[in-house]
């Protein structure tokens, strides 16, 4: 079955710089790849999603790019905002597949 | 708000309780999942129904009973459950599993406490 490794695990950047969470996984069959943010007290909400016909998208200071060759997909986030501290989860899935699969997560933190 | 309602919020129940979380959605969807959320295994996906009919069981202990009796609501059937059963569980619904369109939509998820 699918296997989403996701690093790192906790990431702090200063206030306006640009932060990135890097995703591995193992099904060369999956072809959707969500990211969801997870902010204290809520349950995860989908930020932005690719899927393999495509390499990257691009959402304001969101970005997600996808190595289809080497399975890595990564999420990039620019000028960086307090509001942007939660845990992220990126995610893999094949359309004939009935679940989602998740990385363990990333703790981000922004600081002032 | 997302579309999808858990309650309760927090639960505390005992080791030989019965308990039952519950699951609305107000999205139209077609498929539902019960997640489960701890510090060991960050997003856990315990069951999955599509159209009224489980479609994954990812070896949940039967301590766990889901219930899903229409499309817009899920329940989790708790019993006999184990101090390592605290977690967060987490509702979500998505258009229809396998569909091509995997959108899962969350709810706020019901803290467990087992004591």
């Known amino acids: 079955g699918e296997n989403v490794e996701q690093h790192p695990s906790t990431l702090s950047v200063q206030e306006g710089d640009s932060a990135v969470i890097k995703c591995t996984y193992s099904d060369s069959a999956s072809n959707y790849f969500p990211w969801y943010k997870q902010e204290l007290g809520k349950g995860p909400q989908l930020i932005i999603d690719?899927?393999?016909?495509?390499g990257e998208k691009k959402d304001q200071r969101i970005a997600v790019t996808l190595n289809k060759t080497a399975k890595h997909f990564s999420l990039h986030i620019t000028e960086t905002q307090p509001e942007d501290s939660a845990v992220y989860f990126c995610?893999?899935?094949?359309?004939?597949?009935?679940?989602?699969?998740f990385g363990s997560g990333t703790r981000l933190s922004i600081r002032p | 708000e997302t579309g999808v309602t858990q309650t309760p919020r927090h639960l505390v129940m005992g080791m030989t309780n019965k308990k039952s979380l519950k699951c609305e959605q107000h999205l139209g969807h077609n498929a539902m999942y019960w997640y489960k959320q701890s510090a060991k295994k960050p997003l856990e996906l315990m069951f999955v129904y599509n159209f009224k009919e489980q479609t994954e069981n990812n070896s949940v202990p039967s301590r766990f009973s889901p219930e899903c009796p229409n499309s817009s609501h899920l329940f989790l059937h708790l019993h006999t459950l184990q101090p390592e059963d605290s977690a967060l569980y987490l509702c979500?619904?998505?258009?229809?599993?396998?569909?091509?369109?995997?959108?899962?939509?969350f709810g706020s998820g019901t803290q467990l406490s087992v004591l």
């Open positions: 995610a893999a899935s094949s359309s004939s597949a009935s679940k989602i699969i």
């Open positions: 690719i899927r393999s016909n495509v």
């Open positions: 979500a619904s998505s258009h229809g599993a396998g569909t091509g369109d995997e959108k899962l939509f």
